[in-house]
Nanobody, 125 residues
Framework: QVQLVESGGGLVQAGGSLRLSCGAS????????MGWFRQAPGKGREFVAA????????YYIDSVKGRFTISRDNTKNTVYLQMNSLKPEDTAVYYC??????????????????WGQGTQVTVSS
């Protein structure tokens, strides 16, 4: 079992920044690739970014490339999502998730085994 707890969400104006954190406890953190997803009201859960077990590989959806950065600190069992130049369409509940270590980074909800409870991000125009 892996327990994930997100923090760092909040209300920010368009163009602003937030950094989300996700702390993991339980099994060995480096056994997992990590991902961030988001879910806006009335929509399905959407992949945002993923990072490999050692941080060497990352992948983003096109709409956040150049604005968001995923990173991890394996000494702290924590994954981060730095979000810059935020837009109102980034408003959603953001979830971190853990998937079994794999060379190919996972991008589908069904590929992830463990999920956090989510943190709300609201971007005002």
């Amino acid at each position: 079992q892996v327990q994930l707890v997100e923090s760092g969400g909040g209300l920010v104006q368009a163009g602003g920044s937030l950094r989300l954190s996700c702390g993991a406890s339980g099994r060995t953190f480096t056994s997992y690739n990590m991902g961030w997803f988001r879910q806006a009201p009335g929509k399905g859960r959407e992949f945002v970014a993923a990072i490999g077990w050692n941080g060497a590989r990352t992948y983003y959806i096109d709409s956040v490339k150049g604005r968001f950065t995923i990173s991890r600190d394996n000494t702290k069992n924590t994954v981060y999502l730095q979000m810059n130049s935020l837009k109102p369409e980034d408003t959603a509940v953001y979830y971190c998730a853990a998937a079994r270590q794999n060379y190919i980074l996972q991008i589908r909800v069904s590929q992830y085994d463990y999920w956090g409870q989510g943190t709300q991000v609201t971007v005002s125009s």
